[in-house]
């Protein structure tokens, strides 16, 4: 059982996309008849169902989804693939327009789909994607924002930026930056409430609370600063908050500090150009929050495109730089 050539992969990812044999014979410029005839053909090579048809619509099997999960990233590897080698020939590169970058780089091409939250997005990501982009204009970035934590799989993300531990053993990660989190206020809010003098007076402070996966953030836990500034040795001190403000969106619990309508637990990273600008105050110096590294999420390390690559270490960069 094989794929004869790449057309019946593009038959049927443009079959997905598009809903019906005649919306992807369309895009394949081909006739209804020849497209059906070719998956017809396909299905019966490999001894799989790969479609369920209706009058109305056409939908994916499981085998389907699953081939065309991989087809699609596989199809991407073979025209970065096959860009890169054009480019190695400079006769062959300019005859079709292509060419290398400053110093001889070769140019990366294609499409990047990345997930990351919001906050970090808005606070520190969009520069760097600018940046990134310029530096490579045959890149396209197709960015989903959300704090909600996509299937990498289903949802066809190449890289997801994401706070935390890996759940998901299957997946790759790369570690990008060690944060903590910490509690923030405006100065407003301390000027009207007051600024405790320890973690453990949040709890008749107005905390605005985070909701995750219908999980309520209802504790904070604090360690106390060794005279290196590492967390010193012994358990966490464990802070029961509550407020009358959460959200499942960090920019929004961001946004709701600023305006001084409470204490937020956040990451260092998200908060950098607030505490600078000295729109907020790291409320306790001698105390670390809980460890909140950023992972850079992927399928695959195995077939990762080389412009995938270029972007996580790109961020890695810019993110330690600071």
């Excluded at 369309?26 to 497209?35: F, G």
């Excluded at 048809?53 to 693939?81: F, K």
């Excluded at 997946?171 to 989190?181: G, K, M, Q, S, T």
């Excluded at 709890?203 to 985070?210: I, K, R, S």
């Amino acid at each position: 059982m094989k794929i004869e050539n790449t057309d019946e992969l593009r038959l049927l990812l443009e079959c997905a996309r598009g809903g019906s044999l005649t919306a992807a014979s369309k895009v394949m410029d081909i006739t209804p008849a020849a497209a059906s005839a070719m998956l017809k053909k396909l299905e019966a090579r490999l001894g799989l169902r790969l479609v369920e048809r209706s009058t109305r619509a056409l939908r994916l099997t499981q085998a389907g989804e699953q081939l065309r999960e991989h087809g699609q990233r596989a199809l991407e590897l073979l025209d970065e693939g096959l860009a890169l080698a054009l480019e190695a020939d400079p006769v062959a590169a300019a005859a079709a327009g292509g060419g290398r970058g400053a110093a001889g780089e070769v140019r990366l091409r294609g499409r990047i789909r990345v997930s990351a939250s919001s906050d970090l997005t808005r606070q520190q990501l969009l520069p760097l994607f600018d940046s990134f982009l310029a530096q490579h204009p045959a890149v396209e970035l197709h960015l989903s924002v959300s704090d909600s934590l996509l299937d990498i799989y289903k949802d066809e993300v190449d890289l997801a930026l994401r706070y935390g531990q890996l759940a998901d053993s299957g997946l790759v990660a790369r570690r990008l930056v060690e944060l903590r989190r910490m509690a923030v206020a405006s100065p407003a809010y301390l000027e009207r409430h007051g600024r405790p003098a320890h973690p453990s007076e949040l709890a008749g402070h107005e905390c605005l609370t985070f909701r995750m996966r219908n999980r309520h953030e209802r504790e904070w836990r604090f360690h106390a600063r060794g005279p290196l500034g590492e967390a010193a040795a012994g358990p966490a001190l464990r802070v029961a908050v509550r407020g009358t403000r959460s959200t499942d969106d960090g920019a929004i619990a961001h946004q709701w500090a600023l305006q001084g309508l409470g204490v937020s637990y956040k990451s260092e990273l998200d908060v950098r150009l607030s505490l600078a600008r000295g729109a907020l105050v790291d409320l306790f110096p001698d105390w670390l929050g809980d460890p909140l590294p950023l992972q850079a999420v992927m399928p695959s390390q195995r077939f990762l495109p080389q412009r995938v690559r270029a972007l996580v270490d790109h961020l890695a960069q810019g993110l330690a730089a600071g």
